[in-house]
């Protein structure tokens, strides 16, 4: 028996895009001069001058503002007061857009972004141990800044502390990743349960309607049925 299966094209895979960047500046450990602040502020609004009447519309508006600042920031970069950083993608204050990138490597599991984050930081904080740092010393204030940006989101409780220390850090971040990673675990499950829901009702509606005997029209009327 040969059967004549139909060849049905399968939807291809979606591109992964990420959103394209801005010029990235920082500002320098010595803060400007009122002179160099003023000349800064000049230049940018010499370039981007102020509407008398605002007219125009509110995203006009703003990116004008963008347009100004970033012009300030490249007077202060000339100055040597700022440093530039990345490559611009786009202007600062225009619509952001998308730019296709590579998938990521097929071994990776799929983990959200908070979690690659809360684990980078763990991984961090076990170098400084096995470097030899004591873990009841302070942490920098740059730490200091990342653990918290990362945990507020990943720590529910509000009344967990702020971890000051590297011992607080690695316990507040290995509790962060198993709550964080058991999240995940129940989303997946949830996905799996629904796509299998919706796959097996489907294939025994299939087979109920290929299975079920030929009905035939029946051979008596509904006056015989009184």
């Given at each position: ?5 139909q060849q049905v094209p ?6 992964p895009?990420?959103?394209t960047?801005?010029?990235?500046y920082e500002?320098g ?6 002179e160099?602040?003023e000349?800064i502020?000049?230049t940018?609004?010499d370039?981007?001058p102020?509407e008398?009447h605002?007219?125009s519309s509110?995203y006009r ?5 963008h347009?100004?600042?970033?012009a300030?920031?490249?007077?202060a970069a000339?100055m040597g007061l700022a440093?530039?950083?990345g490559?611009?993608e786009?202007p600062?204050?225009s ?7 590579a ?5 990776r599991p799929?983990e959200t ?8 930081l763990h991984?961090?904080?076990?170098e400084r ?5 004591p873990l009841e010393?302070?942490l920098p204030?740059?730490?200091q800044q ?8 990943a720590?529910q409780d509000?009344?967990?502390?702020e971890p000051?220390?590297?011992?607080q ?5 290995s509790?962060a990743?198993a709550?964080e990673?058991?999240a995940?675990?129940a ?10 829901a919706?796959?097996?009702?489907d ?9 079920r ?5 029946p051979?008596f ?5 009184r």
């Amino acid at each position: 028996v040969v059967y004549d299966l139909q060849q049905v094209p399968q939807p291809a895979a979606p591109t992964p895009v990420r959103l394209t960047r801005c010029t990235v500046y920082e500002w320098g450990t010595n803060p400007p001069t009122d002179e160099q602040r003023e000349t800064i502020m000049t230049t940018a609004s010499d370039l981007h001058p102020h509407e008398q009447h605002t007219t125009s519309s509110l995203y006009r508006r703003w990116q004008r503002w963008h347009h100004r600042a970033e012009a300030a920031l490249v007077v202060a970069a000339s100055m040597g007061l700022a440093t530039r950083g990345g490559t611009a993608e786009r202007p600062k204050g225009s619509m952001p857009t998308n730019k296709p990138t590579a998938p990521g490597p097929a071994h990776r599991p799929d983990e959200t972004v908070r979690l690659r984050r809360l684990k980078r930081l763990h991984r961090a904080c076990a170098e400084r141990c096995r470097q030899g740092h004591p873990l009841e010393r302070p942490l920098p204030a740059d730490d200091q800044q990342r653990l918290r940006r990362v945990l507020c989101p990943a720590n529910q409780d509000a009344a967990t502390p702020e971890p000051t220390t590297l011992r607080q850090a690695l316990h507040q971040l290995s509790d962060a990743i198993a709550r964080e990673a058991r999240a995940v675990a129940a989303g997946n499950a949830l996905v799996w349960r629904r796509r299998f829901a919706t796959f097996s009702t489907d294939t025994w509606q299939a087979a109920s309607a290929a299975i079920r005997p030929p009905s035939h029209a029946p051979a008596f009327t509904a006056d015989e049925m009184r």
